[in-house]
């Protein structure tokens, strides 16, 4: 029994199909069933029903999973721990992370994580919705939201603030509010999928009591609020690690006082539990916290 195909199994498993396996290891599906049909053969029990409906598992399909996900991992942190000592953290680590987290933190620590740890390799998978870590073969999860499954763990590493901003041009055609209660007034622009967003404070003094927020534009994409921020459509609500460096850069104005610490939004790392102990997951992660304690990372 080939311990890669033991991996291959479980991502067959969490990926549905013999074909969406094969493509993300760019083989021939012939290839993915010919290891199946071996690994088959040395456990002697059927794993897998294929049907012209897809694939489900046998009652020893279910059980060999579970022992397979268990060994895939030990493998991992085995490889990781004595590949670290030789020679540091190394491999792929896949990443998911919100657009505008992504342009925010892990893009702009990549430099100094490379030049630190040589042997890594990231792959950013880029998304606003939650993942099937497991099934999409993510190692770590950027997040605003500890994870509610208890197969995952989350560690914290940071967090941002969100305040008011608008572009010059939208305050050259619209002006801009000097007291909250003239926002209604204004042209806003929302997040469709993120209603927490949608929940704008005044200022430190009145961290507890949201603004009146009805959108003129919505976008289920934080990016996107970004860009049409940018592009004077409205009056938005972004993150001040993103905004700070556009404020510098005159394409940005702060509206309203910004919220004070209380407003302050924490961002988590997270990970599958049998993972979280992986030399390389820890090397970035350690990383990104380091990165986000700076006083300004961004500037």
């Not at 399909?61 to 996900?69: E, P, W």
């Not at 657009?99 to 998304?127: F, G, K, M, N």
């Not at 499954?149 to 590493?157: D, K, Q, Y």
């Not at 929302?190 to 927490?196: E, H, P, Q, V």
Request: charged share 20%; aromatic share 4%; hydrophobic share 45%.
């Amino acid at each position: 029994m080939h311990l890669d195909d033991v991996a291959l199994f479980v991502r067959i498993v969490e990926l549905g199909t013999l074909s969406a396996a094969a493509r993300e290891r760019n083989v021939p599906v012939s290839q993915v069933t010919r290891a199946l049909v071996r690994l088959e053969q040395a456990a002697g029990v059927r794993l897998l029903h294929r049907t012209t409906h897809g694939l489900s598992l046998t009652d020893e399909g279910d059980t060999f999973l579970a022992h397979a996900r268990r060994l895939g991992d030990t493998a991992a942190e085995l490889q990781g721990a004595l590949s670290g000592r030789r020679e540091g953290p190394s491999g792929w680590v896949r990443v998911s992370v919100s657009a505008i987290v992504a342009e925010a933190v892990i893009v702009p620590a990549l430099p100094s994580l490379y030049a630190r740890h040589p042997q890594l390799q990231l792959d950013i998978a880029v998304e606003d919705r939650l993942v099937d870590m497991a099934r999409d073969g993510i190692d770590v999860a950027i997040r605003t939201g500890t994870p509610a499954s208890e197969t995952l763990v989350a560690r914290r590493i940071g967090q941002f603030t969100r305040a008011l901003y608008a572009a010059p041009a939208y305050a050259a055609r619209h002006g801009l509010p000097v007291r909250p209660d003239e926002l209604p007034a204004h042209r806003l622009v929302g997040n469709s999928a993120i209603a927490a967003q949608n929940q704008w404070l005044a200022s430190a003094a009145e961290a507890d009591q949201a603004l009146p927020m009805r959108a003129h534009t919505r976008t289920d994409n934080s990016a996107v609020v970004l860009s049409l921020v940018l592009h004077g459509v409205g009056i938005g609500r972004l993150m001040d690690i993103v905004a700070r460096p556009l404020v510098a850069a005159g394409r940005l104005l702060p509206v309203l006082p910004s919220p004070g610490p209380s407003a302050a939004t924490p961002v988590y790392a997270v990970m599958l539990r049998e993972r979280q102990r992986l030399p390389k997951l820890r090397a970035c992660i350690d990383h990104w916290a380091a990165w986000l304690a700076q006083p300004d990372p961004s500037g």
